[in-house]
């Protein structure tokens, strides 16, 4: 009897006690973003990109767009995510990013920089943290690529000349110009190594007609020169070299990267309302 008196007043307690912890852990559990405004997510989102936190910047640019579909925010949170998904090294997300921006604001003033956005990813595609010990050569990379990114940065040139963003997109075509041509010249490099002499010739021409004035066009007649020699024309040989000696350019000067010239490319755009 006195065993049952005890525990029958804790059953009141037990249960009163039970309630306070789930009401406690449901204070802790609730959203901490609730009452949030667009401005606040972009704020919080801007504080995240500025601090390298390129996730958390994704997750609420998208939210401020999902929850605020109509505010002025969104406009820009849908630039800057492209920006965010290009330093998060996600290439193909951050060119979706931009094409959906020119897609919903075709005549939109700050479009300059969703077309110099796309240009910039494929400049940097497959780079990676080893290239401050081991420099990249975009000579290697797909010549699609390096193409795409010149492309890119020369509908920019050519649609918005007067941009913030045309002289370094300008620089980058240069650059991306002289690397075309210099995959072509490795590949003739090859071709003669194995004494096929057409196939290097073509690579060469290539380099004279579409890259001519590139850096690697004395090297392109140079290897014409030697080409049309193994092949017993002389004619043409004669007419390489002609060519050849009025062309002063050094093919083995180094080519510069944009980064170098011009420093580290302009940041997101900011402020488009």
Request: hydrophobic content about 40%.
């Amino acid at each position: 009897m006195h065993k049952e008196t005890f525990t029958r007043p804790l059953l009141p307690l037990l249960f009163i006690a039970g309630s306070l912890l789930l009401s406690a852990c449901s204070t802790m559990s609730a959203d901490p973003k609730a009452g949030w405004t667009a401005k606040d997510y972009y704020d919080e989102a801007k504080s995240s990109l500025d601090n390298g936190e390129f996730q958390t910047a994704i997750n609420n640019l998208e939210t401020l767009e999902a929850q605020f579909p109509f505010d002025p925010y969104a406009k820009q949170a849908q630039l800057d995510v492209a920006y965010a998904y290009y330093k998060f090294d996600e290439p193909e997300s951050a060119i979706s990013a931009a094409n959906r921006f020119m897609r919903l604001h075709p005549r939109d003033p700050h479009i300059d920089y969703a077309y110099y956005l796309k240009g910039l990813v494929n400049f940097n595609r497959g780079s990676g943290f080893m290239d401050n010990w081991i420099p990249r050569d975009h000579a290697r990379h797909d010549a699609s690529v390096i193409l795409q990114a010149y492309n890119d940065f020369s509908t920019l040139v050519r649609l918005y000349p007067d941009s913030d963003y045309a002289g370094d997109a300008h620089q980058r075509m240069v650059f991306l110009r002289n690397k075309l041509a210099q995959k072509e010249i490795d590949i003739a490099e090859f071709y003669i190594e194995r004494e096929t002499w057409l196939s290097a010739i073509n690579r060469a021409k290539n380099v004279i007609e579409q890259y001519q004035d590139s850096i690697w066009s004395h090297r392109a007649l140079e290897i014409m020169v030697e080409g049309y020699k193994n092949l017993g024309i002389p004619d043409l040989a004669t007419d390489a070299e002609r060519v050849l000696s009025m062309n002063k350019v050094d093919s083995e000067q180094k080519i510069a990267s944009p980064e170098d010239q011009l420093g580290a490319p302009p940041a997101v755009a900011r402020n488009l309302n």
